[in-house]
């Protein structure tokens, strides 16, 4: 018996006409052939008939990462992040149920107990940010206005994409295609060339300029590297640029309490990721000891 499903995925290519004839396809599967009401994503590698650990384990991490962190700003809409907690995995899990050929295949968690009148129609937190996590995806290799779309995205969105972006130019295209709870099939997909025009866009960065006036003790100085060290009194350790101009005044003030006024430049690529602060000493002055 020919398989509607079976006929979308032998469609090759990725034009409109390809693509209507496999929507046209699945949603003849799910009219007449699917049984299960049961959620489930596909992935499939493209250019490839098996997956070997490495692929398996870097494309499940980004999507696991990816889902967690859209399932945050769903149940917190006030809040972006750019790391996943424990706690975000725990509330919106993807879970891993299997692997063959090409394809690795994804579920959700339950939503109700085995005994239940009604268990079909209840979508999770995991199935929802699943949803919205292809919304951002492109629909095709040709798609050019998903990738533009993205940048425009919340911090957050534009992080989980990064997550797909990099763990597919680590290792291949890939096709998603997700089975709701209800209503339509979604296919997307991400071609390497689209991720490395997204890799591209996304490691842009802006810098922001500040100013701090911090307190502690002068730890030490590398004079030839111009690096000065600065414990501050809650502990933790400063280090960073200093001008030659300064360097006299440093020695003086080793290992003596000081009043510094830094420069900071923090550094958040469009994906959302911060780097390190950098510090430059600007000025310094001495504090009085109650022992001079």
Excluded at 45 to 64: C, E, K, M, N, P
Excluded at 114 to 135: F, H, M, N, Q, Y
Aim: hydrophobic content about 35%.
């Amino acid at each position: 018996m020919v398989s509607f499903r079976r006929i979308a995925e032998n469609i090759p290519g990725g034009t409109w006409l390809d693509d209507l004839a496999r929507a046209s396809a699945l949603a003849a599967h799910a009219k007449f052939e699917r049984t299960s009401r049961s959620p489930l994503l596909r992935v499939s590698v493209l250019g490839s008939t098996h997956l070997d650990a490495y692929t398996s384990s870097d494309i499940s991490r980004a999507l696991q990462d990816a889902t967690a962190k859209i399932g945050h700003i769903v149940r917190n809409p006030q809040t972006e992040i750019t790391s996943v907690q424990p706690s975000d995995r725990e509330k919106a899990p993807l879970i891993q149920r299997g692997q063959a050929g090409n394809a690795m295949f994804f579920g959700f968690p339950e939503t109700s107990v085995p005994d239940a009148l009604i268990s079909d129609g209840i979508e999770t937190l995991s199935e929802r940010a699943v949803k919205e996590l292809c919304d951002f995806l492109p629909v095709n290799g040709s798609d050019d206005g998903a990738l533009d779309a993205v940048l425009l995205q919340r911090d957050t969105v534009r992080n989980a994409v990064s997550d797909i972006v990099n763990a597919v130019m680590r290792t291949s295209s890939i096709a998603l295609s997700l089975t709701p709870t209800s209503g339509e099939e979604v296919a997307r997909s991400m071609t390497i060339e689209q991720a490395r025009i997204l890799q591209g866009s996304l490691r842009e960065s802006r810098e922001d300029v500040g100013y701090e006036t911090v307190s502690g003790r002068l730890d030490g100085v590398r004079t030839r590297r111009r690096i000065f060290y600065l414990e501050r009194d809650t502990g933790s350790t400063i280090q960073g640029a200093v001008a030659p101009d300064l360097l006299d005044k440093i020695k003086e003030n080793l290992d003596r309490p000081v009043t510094a006024r830094l420069r900071v430049v923090r550094t958040t690529t469009i994906d959302g990721r911060r780097g390190r602060p950098v510090y430059e000493l600007l000025e310094i002055r001495s504090e009085t000891s109650l022992f001079d």
